[in-house]
């Protein structure tokens, strides 16, 4: 499984642009990159994934390298609200059929939004 | 309200008790799955399902048991078995690219 590595913590001031760094130098060329955030004691939602280009939603940016071995989760203006951690998951298919995957959580990136 | 609902919120057991936790979904998603949460960690899969009546073992299973009679719905049962059941448990489901998680199940044993 390509394994991902993200910092414990971050901060970022109310209204700036929250930048979230992933690792994932064992990826492989059909596995997407993912991420959710968890709010404190709550399921994880979904913020957007992608597997070479990078994508916008409403919610995020994500800028995937060229390499793929590395990606960046952006918050383009960071509330109080998005206070939770971000988990980097790269997805691993073991079958073929709509939600055959598995996502691997790891510890993710606990960013405090400051006022 | 499409979602998925996970009950009870707060549940306590004694230790040997068998418990079985809820997990109902209306979204028609084929794929269903179980989650472990240990304080300050990541989520470790218990068991997922792909279709009704199908089901697999993930990273953790053992102590637990699931399962999946109806599309709706995936029960997990916490046995006996599980040396260490105290956890937040959460519930997920998928038809594409995204899973959709419920709400949690806070499971104390003691």
């Known amino acids: 499984d390509a394994k991902t590595t993200q910092p414990t913590s971050m901060d970022c001031a109310e209204g700036r642009a929250a930048n979230l760094p992933c690792n994932h130098s064992t990826i492989s060329g059909n596995e997407y990159v993912y991420w959710y955030r968890q709010i404190h004691s709550q399921g994880p939602q979904y913020i957007i994934h992608?597997?070479?280009n990078n994508e916008t939603n409403e919610m995020a940016s994500l800028i995937i390298t060229e390499d793929r071995k590395s990606s960046t989760l952006i918050l383009p203006h960071a509330t109080l609200r998005d206070t939770a951690v971000y988990y980097c998951?790269?997805?691993?298919?073991?079958?073929?059929?709509?939600?055959?995957?598995?996502?691997?959580f790891g510890k993710g990136t606990k960013l405090s939004v400051i006022p | 309200d499409g979602g998925i609902t996970q009950s009870p919120k707060y549940l306590f057991r004694k230790e040997g008790q068998n418990v079985t936790l809820s997990c109902e979904q209306n979204?028609?998603?084929?794929?269903m799955y179980w989650y472990r949460q240990d304080p300050g960690q990541g989520l470790r899969l218990i068991y997922y399902?792909?279709?009704?009546?199908?089901?697999q073992k993930g990273d953790i299973a053992e102590g637990y048991s699931v399962s999946r009679e109806k599309k709706e719905s995936f029960p997990l049962t916490v046995t006996s078995a599980q040396k260490n059941p105290t956890a937040f448990y959460l519930c997920?489901?998928?038809?594409?690219?995204?899973?959709?998680f419920g709400p949690g199940t806070r499971l104390t044993v003691t």
């Open positions: 997920a489901s998928a038809t594409g690219g995204e899973q959709y």
């Open positions: 399902s792909q279709i009704v009546n199908d089901f």
């Open positions: 979204l028609n998603h084929d794929a």
């Open positions: 992608g597997l070479k």
């Open positions: 998951i790269v997805r691993v298919d073991y079958r073929s059929g709509a939600g055959s995957y598995q996502l691997t």
